[in-house]
């Protein structure tokens, strides 16, 4: 089974930063993406950035110039480093993937980690 785990969520005042971690683990055959999308109370859950291996990083507009992505293909593990954090971005921050647990083209599938809340308020 393909597990993902984040953690760095947390409390911060507005203007502050928090990195957030995600690791993969379990069966894992190749990982197409790794990203992180986020949900906020009464909102549907939206993407925040995500990186294709061999690809770009990609981010939302309302993050560009705060938030960077990162990818260890390594240690099969996504950072979202967030600078100048905003009221607004207070929501849970899921980590995703895309991976095929073994060779078979089928057996692709998208996972999602628990989620991990991150708070911006003064």
């Known amino acids: 089974q393909v597990q993902l785990v984040e953690s760095g969520g947390g409390l911060v005042q507005p203007g502050g930063s928090l990195r957030l971690s995600c690791a993969a683990s379990?069966?894992?055959?190749?990982?197409?993406?790794m990203g992180w999308y986020r949900q906020a109370p009464g909102n549907e859950r939206e993407l925040v950035a995500r990186i294709i291996s061999g690809g770009s990083p990609e981010l939302a507009d309302f993050v560009k110039g705060r938030f960077t992505i990162a990818r260890d293909d390594g240690k099969k593990m996504v950072f979202l480093q967030m600078n100048n954090l905003k009221p607004e971005d207070t929501a849970v921050y899921y980590c995703s993937a895309g991976i095929f647990p073994d060779a078979r083209p089928g057996s692709y599938l998208d996972f999602w980690g628990q989620g991990t809340q991150v708070t911006v308020s003064s």
């Open positions: 379990g069966s894992i055959f190749n990982i197409n993406y």
